[in-house]
């Protein structure tokens, strides 16, 4: 029996969603996928996402992976059979076969997203669907300035979440802009990972230090501080999208931990061959004969 991996990207409206991960008796996006799947498969099957979008936060190119046995199925063609399966605000932009050992998450080198603001009393309310209104117009050029301080290694201590569980707030940011597109503004963030509620954090941040006329330094300040409640209010779910994830060619996959590649997925029992087996993760490894 041939395992194949399949990657998926992932496009969502998360307004109605309680998140991408599976909350019991609430909307995910990742259980909707697996409804999908395991209709299809005739069994439960395990999808794993790059990353854990927020409720009410949207996607562009979420990516996730899982395990099949079905051989009669191309690749590409998953995406044509899950979108007749999938509720409207869920759409697989694609599917491809990817090497055995390939994690949405742990292999990701960088998640970018994109945080909308539009400025002014009126709204159409489609596109307020999917921003944040503010009632002044904010100033591009010193938003840009303020922000210029997020590049590298960074503390992010205090735009993290209280309920965040991660010890080392430690991120690596590859740039953080404003700039605008069409009637909006757009913060285009990327990091090899974020802090629960960090993007939302850093825009309210600084779109109410620029309506406050604050110092340029008031984001270093703040970043220094390393106090959550000298930043600004957490900016609302509706104006962020997870835009793309991009991965490494040769990711040193050996060098995971082993709770990272022990993760549940269907393939952990199924075997190429005997004295063989599938571990997320790790991809083939030689199994002990009882």
């Known amino acids: 029996m041939k395992i194949r991996c399949i990657k998926l990207t992932i496009s969502y409206d998360g307004t109605d969603f309680a998140g991408w991960q599976k909350q019991p008796d609430r909307r995910s996006v990742q259980w909707e996928i697996e409804k999908a799947l395991s209709s299809m498969h005739g069994r439960p099957i395990h999808v794993t996402g790059a990353g854990r979008t927020d409720s009410g936060v949207h996607a562009a190119g979420q990516v996730a992976h899982f395990y ?3 051989a009669t199925i191309d690749a590409p063609r998953f995406q044509l059979a899950l979108n007749k399966l999938m509720p409207r605000d869920v759409r697989i932009v694609q599917a491809e076969q990817v090497d055995d050992d390939f994690h949405a998450r742990y292999d990701a080198r960088l998640r970018r997203y994109k945080y909308y603001v539009r400025a002014g009393q009126f709204s159409f309310p489609h596109l307020d669907r999917f921003a944040w209104r503010v009632h002044h117009e904010p100033d591009l050029a010193r938003l840009n300035r303020m922000a210029a301080c997020l590049r590298g290694e960074i503390d992010c201590t205090s735009f993290s979440s209280a309920k965040d569980p991660n010890e080392n707030r430690f991120r690596y940011l590859h740039h953080a802009v404003f700039y605008r597109e069409g009637d909006a503004i757009v913060f285009d963030v990327a990091a090899n990972a974020f802090l629960w509620h960090m993007v939302r954090s ?3 941040t600084l779109v109410n230090l620029d309506r406050e006329g604050a110092p340029l330094d008031s984001l270093i300040r703040i970043l220094e ?9 957490t900016a609302p779910a509706s104006g962020l999208f997870l835009w793309n994830v991009d991965y490494y060619d040769s990711p040193t996959r050996r060098a995971r931990s082993p709770h990272q590649s022990s993760e549940h997925s269907i393939t952990q029992g199924f075997r190429e061959k005997d004295g063989q087996r599938l571990v997320p993760g790790l991809g083939y490894i030689e199994e002990p004969q009882e």
């Open 68 to 70: 099949t046995d079905i």
């Open 202 to 204: 850093l825009v309210g």
């Open 225 to 233: 501080s390393g106090d959550r409640k000298k930043a600004g209010a």
